[in-house]
């Protein structure tokens, strides 16, 4: 399974980015896609996720301003990100647990979010 994330960029303050993830190859179940975020010097952390079933879950700092969706029948998910703040800036991974031939987690090659000021 690979996973491909498309769609960050430079963007002002308050403004809005849309990130895309797209899984390909065998994939039986889809359990939960999420998106993560590494800040400079920062560790990781857990943005948004979604289930299969559709429940969802967010990080405190992005609750009401960022909104994780997903295509099941495409295998992709999505982060909607409004009222974007400098803090946000990061590379963004997408991740996905499946039920799949040759493991469960897998992870996209990231891509950069930046908020200028």
């Known amino acids: 399974v690979q996973l491909q994330a498309s769609g960050g960029g430079l963007v002002q303050a308050g403004g809005s980015l849309r990130l895309s993830c797209k899984a390909s190859g065998i994939i039986f179940v889809i359990n939960s896609m999420a998106w993560y975020r590494r800040a400079p010097e920062k560790k990781r952390e857990l943005v948004a996720v979604?289930?299969?079933?559709?429940?969802?879950n967010y990080a405190d700092s992005v609750k009401g301003r960022f909104t994780i969706s997903s295509d099941n029948a495409k295998n992709t998910v999505y982060l909607q990100m409004n009222s974007l703040k400098p803090g946000d800036t990061a590379v963004y991974y997408c991740?996905?647990?499946?039920?799949?031939?040759?493991?469960?987690?897998?992870w996209g090659q990231g891509t950069l979010v930046t908020v200028s000021s």
């Open positions: 991740n996905g647990d499946f039920n799949a031939p040759l493991g469960g987690e897998f």
């Open positions: 979604i289930t299969g079933g559709g429940s969802t």
